[in-house]
């Protein structure tokens, strides 16, 4: 029986992890691109629910099998008006970049802001006496601390295929109210669970 030759056995086991490792960061990417993601809140628009530095899972998958309801949180690409530009990458820079963000050895190059929708395409919007009213009718916010109050605004009509998003923290938000509504193909998906804390988990 011929024998193995010297050195082939600790380069075939080099080459079966490297396989492996390679093949798990790959689904790892892949999930966090087309599945779930982890954010966490940099801000205070939507205290007292979610505080600073919290982490929660959004999910990607939510919108692909129905639309966006009044109520949800999101989570979408911040408007160009309210970031600065960053400098155009090469396509090679912006691959090797997006593959190191899908395993979260680096940070997103896009910020992302974190609100409620409020407002679905086609709704007239109005707020006045700290309410927010759609189509004529009081629009009851439970997720609200008592006495949240809402600065006037409208009437407004969201247009097709934009959502129109508010902070819970009405007095501490730029949302919708200072941008805008939101293009809907810019919502990276539904908020589904805050996961950090651990003893503040819960569902949204």
């Not at 940070?107 to 802001?113: D, M, Q, S």
């Amino acid at each position: 029986m011929e024998q193995p030759k010297a050195g082939s056995r600790p380069r075939r086991i080099l080459i079966e992890w490297g396989s492996l490792a390679l093949a798990i960061l790959l689904l790892t990417a892949g999930l966090r691109l087309f599945v779930a993601q982890a954010f966490y809140i940099p801000s205070g628009s939507m205290l007292p629910q979610l505080q600073i530095n919290d982490r929660i899972v959004v999910s990607k998958l939510a919108y692909r099998l129905h639309s966006p309801r009044r109520g949800d949180v999101v989570v979408f690409d911040a408007p160009s008006t309210m970031v600065a530009p960053k400098p155009p990458r090469s396509l090679p820079v912006r691959i090797g970049r997006g593959l190191l963000e899908g395993i979260n050895v680096v940070k997103p190059a896009k910020t992302e802001f974190v609100k409620r929708v409020v407002g679905l395409p086609g709704d007239e919007l109005e707020s006045r006496n700290g309410n927010v009213y759609v189509n004529g009718s009081l629009l009851v916010e439970p997720y609200l601390p008592a006495g949240v109050r809402t600065t006037n605004l409208g009437p407004v009509r969201v247009p097709k295929g934009t959502l129109f998003v508010m902070g819970d923290n009405r007095t501490g938000s730029s949302d919708s109210r200072v941008f805008g509504p939101v293009p809907r193909r810019t919502v990276v998906g539904r908020a589904v669970m805050k996961v950090w804390p651990v003893g503040s988990a819960s569902w949204l």
